[in-house]
C-alpha cells in the first residue's frame, strides 16, 4: 500500500512568491520521520528538512518550513521567496520507527517563473 | 569533496552481461542505503547495510541483485544477468544512525 501521497504532479511559482507543495502520509507507527527532497535535473537527491513524529513545532531551515499536521496527517513544505534554483522535483518521504529505510513520495515537480 | 560518491555515473550493458556499482560513503557514516529510480518516480529501497552488516533488503532485490560492505566502509551493488527492466538510476545513501540519509549523485544504468 502507498504510505506516501504526493498529488501535485507538476506546480508553478513566480519568482519571489511563496509555495506550498502537498504531502499526505500512512502509517500506524506512532514513531515516524518525516523528509523532503529536492532533486535537480542533475539527479542528485538533496536533504531539504526533517521532522519528527513527536516533535511539537513544526521544522524550519532557512526558507523552508515543514507545516505538519498529525491528526491530518499531512506534511506540507512551504518555501517562501522563491528562487529560480528552486526549480526541481521535489520528494517526501517517511522513515518508520527509525527502521532506517525511506518510503518516498512520487514527487512533485516546481517550476519557478521569472 | 567529503560527500557520497559513485562510480561509475553511466553504465551501458548488453542484457545478460553482469555490472557492478561502488558507493563511498560520508566517512563516518555508519548506515549505508541502495536505493533505485525509474523515471517519472520516487527512489524505491533495496537494502541497507549498518556497518557490515546487512539489516533489510527489499522483495525488489531479486536472486540476481547482490550488495555488500564488506569492511563497513564503501558498498558494491552487483546485478547479474541484466534486463532491460533494470535500467534506471541507482542511487547510493549514507547517514549516522537514525540521522537524514546523504545522498551520492547516482549511477545511471542503461540496458540494451
Known amino acids: 500500500a502507498q504510505k506516501i501521497t504526493q498529488t501535485q504532479p507538476g506546480m508553478f511559482v513566480q519568482e519571489k512568491e511563496a509555495v506550498t507543495l502537498d504531502c499526505t502520509y500512512d502509517?500506524?507507527?506512532?514513531?515516524?520521520?518525516l523528509f523532503w527532497y529536492k532533486q535537480p535535473s542533475s539527479g542528485e537527491m538533496i536533504f531539504l528538512i526533517y521532522?519528527?513524529?513527536?516533535?511539537?513545532q513544526n521544522a524550519t531551515e532557512g526558507r523552508y518550513s515543514l507545516n505538519f499536521q498529525k491528526a491530518r496527517k499531512s506534511a506540507n513544505l512551504v518555501i517562501s521567496a522563491s528562487q529560480l534554483g528552486d526549480s526541481a522535483m521535489y520528494f517526501c518521504a517517511m522513515e518508520e520507527n527509525q527502521g532506517g529505510k525511506l518510503i518516498f513520495g512520487q514527487g512533485t515537480e516546481l517550476s519557478v517563473k521569472p | 569533496d567529503t560527500g557520497v560518491s559513485q562510480d561509475p555515473r553511466h553504465k551501458i550493458t548488453k542484457r545478460g552481461q553482469n555490472v557492478t556499482f561502488r558507493c563511498d560513503p560520508i566517512s563516518e557514516h555508519n548506515r549505508l542505503y541502495w536505493y533505485r529510480q525509474t523515471l517519472g518516480q520516487g527512489p524505491e529501497f533495496l537494502t541497507y547495510f549498518q556497518n557490515e552488516a546487512q539489516l533489510e533488503k527489499s522483495r525488489l532485490l531479486s536472486d540476481r541483485f547482490s550488495a555488500e560492505r564488506p569492511k563497513g566502509s564503501f558498498s558494491t551493488l552487483e546485478i547479474q544477468r541484466t534486463e532491460q527492466g533494470d535500467s534506471a538510476m541507482y542511487l547510493c545513501?549514507?547517514?549516522?544512525?537514525?540521522?537524514?540519509?546523504?545522498f551520492g549523485p547516482g549511477t545511471r544504468l542503461t540496458v540494451t
Open positions: 502509517t500506524s507507527d506512532p514513531s515516524y520521520g
Open positions: 545513501a549514507s547517514s549516522l544512525l537514525q540521522e537524514e540519509q546523504y
Open positions: 521532522q519528527g513524529s513527536y516533535d511539537q
